[in-house]
């Protein structure tokens, strides 16, 4: 089956920029979308279909994808991102959905 | 205002069964997909199932096939997860979430515990 894999965690200086991989098989086959999830909340969308960027969400976020390797960039990071972040493709053999394992983004 | 409001989660013994609801406001449930996706204590996030929109197919992660099921209730616009044969692994915050186009989740409702104790 399909598999995702993301750094456990990521450390970025405010005003700096933050980039959180997803590695996958051909990932870029694939649309990839991304998640943020803050402390005893639901998912929310940040990113869908590799770049495209939900009403709402801050043009700081976005996304790439390329070969084995799905990007999602966060520039001029603020305290307020941290959280944490899913990617998530089909499974087009499956059709199930599979998420990446998530990556804690912490921001000092 | 778009919503999903989960709710049916309690603490139960293995074996035993739930049924979780998912209400949807603000949109026309009969028209979009629906996903259950659950999240156990301190893990990510994983996909359980779904059903379709007119109720006639679903489908699950290998772990819950046979075990789980979901339904669809369009005159209350609820979507229904049957827990059966409950394990400790089971254990998770279990979200409703609409799926769109190519396959991500745009409204996720705020999630309903899960909890398989001895």
Not at chain 1, 66 to 88: H, K, M, N, P, R
Not at chain 2, 45 to 50: A, P, Q, S
Request: charged residues 20%.
């Amino acid at each position: 089956s399909y598999a995702l894999t993301q750094a456990p965690s990521v450390s970025v200086a405010p005003g700096k920029t933050a980039r959180i991989t997803c590695t996958g098989d051909h990932i870029s086959t694939k649309s990839v979308h991304w998640y943020q999830q803050k402390p005893g909340q639901a998912p929310i969308l940040v990113i869908y279909d590799d770049n495209g960027r939900p009403s709402g969400i801050p043009e700081r976020f976005s996304g790439s994808n390329s070969a084995d390797t799905a990007t999602l960039t966060i520039s001029s990071a603020e305290v307020g991102d941290e959280a944490d972040y899913f990617c998530q493709v089909v499974d087009t053999s499956s059709t199930y959905r599979i998420f990446g394992g998530g990556t804690k983004l912490t921001v000092l | 205002q778009e919503q999903l409001v989960e709710s049916g989660g309690g603490v139960v013994q293995p074996g035993e069964s739930l049924r979780l609801s998912c209400a949807a406001s603000g949109f026309n449930f009969r028209k979009n997909s629906l996903h259950w996706v659950r999240q156990a204590p301190g893990k990510g996030l994983e996909w359980v199932g779904r059903v379709s929109t007119d109720g006639s197919y679903e489908d699950f992660t290998d772990s819950v096939k046979g075990r789980f099921t979901s339904s669809r209730g369009d005159s209350k616009n609820t979507l229904y997860l049957r827990l059966d044969t409950l394990r400790p692994e089971d254990t998770a915050v279990y979200y409703c979430a609409r799926h769109r186009g190519s396959g991500y989740f745009d409204l996720w409702g705020r999630g309903t515990l899960v909890a398989v104790s001895s």
